[in-house]
């Protein structure tokens, strides 16, 4: 910038992240906790202080100029270092004090297969001085944000692997293809009638799997298909009775227990995702990271452990198994 950074330089700096992350002064009162005229002041403090123009606003809305642009990706720089700085010497000390960021799909939380409460659960136990930031996205955000250095350790299912990413599979989930009781083949018992039925079916798929999740139908290009980003949005048009949708089995038991849910033909109708913790194939060295990384690993067994001592799910020979060497 040329210039040495002072303490108001950071804090105004702090102010521009949230306003871009914000998209605008007015979003971002309430992350910053401010007035939008003490924003719209320290925006302009730091724009003298750099002798840049960082955004456009006024009534056509905010937007970054391309020098605003550089500026925002620096400032990010700027703060993981300040953050791998705080990590570095906390862990110095030996102990567990600084931040994580992990990242999961939507709805894992009612999946006995999956490892990440009890990971929790474990890392609680060892007592810690540890910031957690959990967000839930989908699988091209994760990616997205593990390349960004946003986020450190990841857990979902991913329809294609990226060379920059280590992805380690940990456990399987299972998804049926469901109907609501408004639908049609919801009180149909033929199988030959059901199957036809199927074919011409509207159908829910999820964007970030490219249809992938309606292979085990077989051709379903002349179907259309309700286009969803998570599984919530899956199961409302599942549940209006206008869509059918291969939802994961753990995910729609309390609507099948309730009968507002039908799993369809479930020996024929079903395929698996691989779940992969994911992290960068050069990940930040730090002990928190790999102390919670073990603690995964443990639940991880754990629950393979508790699934090979109870009854497995049925899975016919017309499963598909759902995985990024799918792609």
């Given at each position: 910038?040329?210039?040495r950074?002072?303490d108001?330089d950071?804090?105004?700096?702090?102010?521009?992240k949230a306003?871009?992350e914000c998209r605008?002064f007015?979003s971002a009162?309430a992350?910053?906790?401010v007035?939008?005229?003490t924003?719209?002041?320290?925006m302009s403090q730091?724009?003298?202080?750099?002798?840049i123009?960082?955004?456009e606003?006024g009534r056509?809305?905010?937007?970054?100029t391309?020098?605003?642009?550089r500026?925002?990706?620096?400032t990010l720089k700027?703060?993981r270092?300040h953050?791998?700085?705080?990590?570095i010497?906390s862990?110095?000390?030996?102990?567990?004090?600084?931040y994580l960021?992990i990242?999961?799909?939507d709805?894992?939380?009612?999946?006995?297969?999956?490892?990440?409460v009890?990971a929790?659960?474990l890392?609680?136990e060892?007592?810690?001085?540890v910031?957690?930031?959990?967000?839930i996205?989908r699988?091209?955000?994760?990616?997205?944000s593990?390349?960004?250095?946003?986020t450190?350790?990841?857990?979902g299912?991913?329809?294609?692997?990226v060379?920059?990413l280590?992805?380690?599979?940990?456990?399987?989930?299972v998804?049926?293809l469901?109907?609501g009781p408004?639908h049609?083949?919801f009180?149909m018992?033929?199988e030959?009638?059901i199957r036809?039925?199927?074919?011409?079916?509207?159908?829910v798929?999820?964007?970030?799997l490219?249809?992938g999740d309606l292979f085990?139908?077989?051709?379903?290009?002349?179907?259309?298909?309700?286009l969803v980003?998570n599984?919530?949005a899956a199961a409302?048009?599942v549940l209006?009775?206008?869509?059918?949708?291969?939802?994961p089995?753990?995910?729609?038991?309390?609507?099948?227990a309730?009968?507002?849910?039908?799993?369809?033909?479930?020996?024929?109708?079903v395929y698996?995702s691989?779940f992969?913790i994911?992290?960068?194939?050069?990940?930040?060295?730090s002990?928190?990271l790999?102390t919670?990384l073990a603690?995964?690993?443990?639940?991880?067994a754990?629950?393979?452990?508790?699934q090979?001592?109870?009854?497995?799910p049925?899975?016919?020979?017309?499963s598909?198994?759902?995985s990024s060497?799918?792609?």
């Amino acid at each position: 910038m040329g210039y040495r950074l002072s303490d108001i330089d950071l804090r105004h700096l702090q102010v521009f992240k949230a306003v871009v992350e914000c998209r605008g002064f007015t979003s971002a009162q309430a992350i910053l906790n401010v007035g939008q005229s003490t924003i719209s002041s320290q925006m302009s403090q730091l724009e003298a202080r750099l002798g840049i123009r960082l955004c456009e606003r006024g009534r056509t809305g905010f937007e970054l100029t391309a020098k605003g642009k550089r500026v925002y990706e620096e400032t990010l720089k700027i703060f993981r270092a300040h953050q791998d700085f705080q990590n570095i010497t906390s862990e110095l000390k030996g102990s567990l004090s600084g931040y994580l960021s992990i990242a999961v799909i939507d709805n894992v939380v009612s999946d006995p297969g999956c490892p990440i409460v009890r990971a929790f659960e474990l890392f609680e136990e060892r007592g810690h001085d540890v910031s957690i930031n959990l967000d839930i996205m989908r699988p091209d955000e994760i990616e997205r944000s593990l390349l960004d250095k946003d986020t450190d350790v990841a857990i979902g299912t991913f329809h294609h692997q990226v060379p920059e990413l280590d992805y380690r599979k940990i456990y399987v989930e299972v998804n049926e293809l469901f109907c609501g009781p408004s639908h049609p083949i919801f009180k149909m018992n033929d199988e030959t009638e059901i199957r036809a039925a199927v074919q011409t079916a509207r159908k829910v798929t999820r964007s970030y799997l490219d249809k992938g999740d309606l292979f085990p139908l077989g051709d379903t290009s002349s179907t259309s298909s309700g286009l969803v980003q998570n599984l919530e949005a899956a199961a409302i048009l599942v549940l209006g009775g206008g869509h059918i949708g291969f939802l994961p089995t753990h995910y729609a038991s309390h609507w099948v227990a309730g009968r507002q849910m039908k799993p369809i033909l479930p020996e024929e109708f079903v395929y698996r995702s691989d779940f992969s913790i994911v992290t960068r194939r050069t990940p930040r060295k730090s002990l928190i990271l790999n102390t919670f990384l073990a603690d995964l690993d443990r639940a991880a067994a754990e629950k393979e452990q508790i699934q090979a001592d109870g009854p497995r799910p049925f899975l016919s020979k017309c499963s598909v198994k759902h995985s990024s060497s799918d792609a």
